[in-house]
């Protein structure tokens, strides 16, 4: 045992490293196994201590990367703020009950004209409002809701949390600025001033631009420029610095990228104490307070139960990189929060409590190498689009430009080619689809629409990366409706099992994603074999599947023999041959060659619109 306890590892230097690791990528620099990422950062696949930046040594300090808090969630515990969904302002009383008894800590709800209208709030928050905070982005309703709580609530000095709207980024999802809208806004925030001393009023919301496809640095950068446009307006009206930054609360949407999420939670801090500091204010008025929800923008229709584990995932990101408040949504995208799916998405937030210990353990994260790295790449860039944006005169002027909106664009688009060519995966969409999930075909997703003739500049709207996909699948329903069989591809597999599998199961994966089957032969020998499966296969399409010598020793002489045997027939075939093989292929009546590096989205939506058009073909004649 001594011996053991002893022990140590012997030194191995960098170089040394490097040397072992081509040794095992096989000639291969090191340099291969970097990653970029969205937001144009390079991930190395090894991070050492020099590669760790100058932190504070406690949580609490500045630049507040560290925490808000010198003992974490010791004694500032995040608040559980699922928000509670309701039908009638009635039931809104009882489920916010039911919540509180099972982990709920703070008042989180939609405030919606039906609740304003009718509703009495004493007899809806009766003393609750005095023991949790509230947790609510009330958007354009945020100023009658503040009067009707002055109006009805006795003690509105005891109110805490905040409940908040953010004009920009309600601007931003119309496409329109509105003057009148943002001074009347104003006037409410100051009119709650003095009646809500302790509450926080001014939201800057980044989650719209989260889920329009924005990256972590644009998230910040934004986040950043909409602080100080809304610290600059209170201030212009005659607030203090010090009462203006009291008012404000952040908020972000977490996503899938663990580590990037975490790091960008922490760089926010570093910004805003950049900023404060500039403006002269004392460290302890420097902190950041955030809200997070888990994103939108990466959840699924299709296999809803994995939206369980993304959101998992989500949510610890979130708590490690020190949010005050959190909520979780639930997994069922499409049939909307029910009692079950809320429990469960309330019940992740409280195994991260409870199970997990995170509320007992002060900055997890702080001083991993890779973390305190990635939190300086991310904060130095998102200052840098800060700069940029202030530049040019501040958020309103680049939403009215458009600038933003083309920057967030190009990395919309940078994302959906790698869901589109599976570089990147949405499990249970485009990798491992389930093509006998139970899905009504006939319902869609309730999507985010403007008024047309409200749009002034390019309004960024609420997106899925799911949604093409799932589109695909729709239709193949449809067309299984039609016609009375799931939409198919016959697979022609030359030799042995062990020869083809490979390629039949890449394909069998590759055509789920849009809802397309694959018809399996048997093993096929003779032309004999090929021609019996063609004329029993009642689907149009065959593809040809096994190794490349089979290609070669029989597959031409199956292709000639059946393209003239079943000319209405369209033969596809899986892998990329040699470039200099290719044009033989195509010249006997190869279509397209189906390989890893084809776009699967455009793939199976020209096969579902040939299909498409074949039945009603069919249907004519």
Request: charged share 25%.
């Amino acid at each position: 045992m001594e011996k053991i306890r002893n022990q140590s590892f012997p030194f191995v230097s960098l170089d040394e490293w490097k040397e072992r690791a081509e040794q095992s990528l096989k000639g291969k620099p090191v340099n291969a196994l970097q990653n970029k990422t969205y937001e144009n950062i390079i991930l190395k696949p090894l991070y050492i201590r020099n590669d760790e930046q100058l932190v504070p040594d406690y949580p609490g300090g500045a630049d507040f990367r560290r925490g808000g808090f010198p003992l974490g969630y010791l004694t500032n515990d995040w608040k559980v703020a699922q928000q509670i969904f309701y039908d009638e302002p009635k039931e809104l009383l009882q489920n916010l009950k039911q919540a509180f008894e099972k982990g709920q800590t703070a008042l989180s709800f939609d405030v919606s004209e039906k609740l304003l209208e009718g509703q009495n709030l004493s007899d809806l928050f009766q003393d609750v409002y005095k023991n949790f905070p509230f947790a609510i982005n009330a958007k354009w309703l945020q100023k009658k809701f503040l009067v009707k709580l002055v109006e009805q609530l006795k003690d509105t000095a005891e109110i805490t949390g905040y409940i908040a709207a953010d004009p920009i980024s309600l601007f931003a999802q119309e496409g329109f600025i509105s003057e009148d809208l943002l001074h009347s806004w104003l006037e409410g925030i100051l009119k709650a001033k003095e009646t809500f001393p302790h509450l926080k009023t001014v939201f800057v919301d980044t989650a719209p631009y989260h889920n329009g496809g924005a990256n972590a640095v644009q998230e910040l950068g934004i986040a950043a420029a909409e602080g100080v446009f809304y610290l600059g307006l209170l201030m212009e009206s005659g607030v203090s610095l010090e009462i203006a930054l009291s008012k404000l609360q952040f908020h972000f949407s977490i996503g899938s990228n663990f580590f990037m999420e975490l790091a960008k939670l922490r760089a926010a801090r570093v910004i805003w104490n950049r900023i404060t500091e500039l403006y002269g204010v004392e460290e302890k008025d420097r902190r950041m307070y955030m809200s997070a929800e888990t994103s939108a923008f990466n959840k699924t229709v299709f296999d809803p139960h994995v939206n369980l584990l993304r959101a998992g995932n989500e949510a610890f990101a979130a708590v490690l990189g020190g949010v005050q408040y959190l909520h979780v949504s639930p997994f069922d995208i499409l049939s909307g929060a029910n009692t079950f799916s809320e429990r469960i998405a309330r019940n992740i937030q409280l195994i991260l409590k409870e199970e997990a210990h995170l509320k007992k353990v002060i900055d997890p994260a702080g001083g991993s190498w890779y973390i305190e790295s990635l939190t300086h790449e991310v904060a130095e860039k998102a200052w840098e689009l800060f700069q940029q944006i202030d530049a040019q005169g501040g958020i309103l002027e680049v939403l009215k430009s458009g600038w933003i909106q083309e920057k967030i664009a190009a990395i919309y688009d940078n994302r959906n080619a790698d869901i589109q060519t599976r570089k990147q995966s949405i499990i249970g969409t485009n990798v491992y689809a389930k093509l006998d999930e139970n899905v009504p075909y006939d319902t869609q997703v309730k999507k985010y629409f403007i008024k047309e003739q409200a749009k002034v500049f390019t309004p960024i709207l609420k997106k899925r990366l799911a949604e093409p996909y799932e589109e695909l699948r729709f239709k193949a329903k449809r067309l299984e409706k039609k016609n009375g069989s799931t939409p198919s591809v016959g697979m022609l597999c030359l030799g042995e099992l062990k020869q083809y599998k490979g390629r039949l199961d890449f394909m069998n994966g590759f055509l789920a994603a849009g809802g397309v089957a694959v018809q399996e032969s048997k093993p096929i020998l003779t032309v004999e074999d090929a021609k019996q499966f063609a004329q029993d296969l009642a689907s149009p399409f065959v593809c040809f599947c096994g190794t490349n010598d089979q290609y070669e020793t029989i597959g031409h002489e199956i292709l000639t023999f059946l393209k003239v045997e079943f000319p209405e027939k369209n033969f596809f075939l899986a892998g990329l041959p040699e470039k200099e093989n290719q044009a033989r292929w195509k010249d006997e009546g190869i279509q397209l060659f189906i390989h890893i590096k084809s776009n699967c989205y455009e793939t199976v939506s020209t096969l579902l619109a040939s299909m498409e058009v074949n039945q009603d073909e069919e249907s004519k004649a």
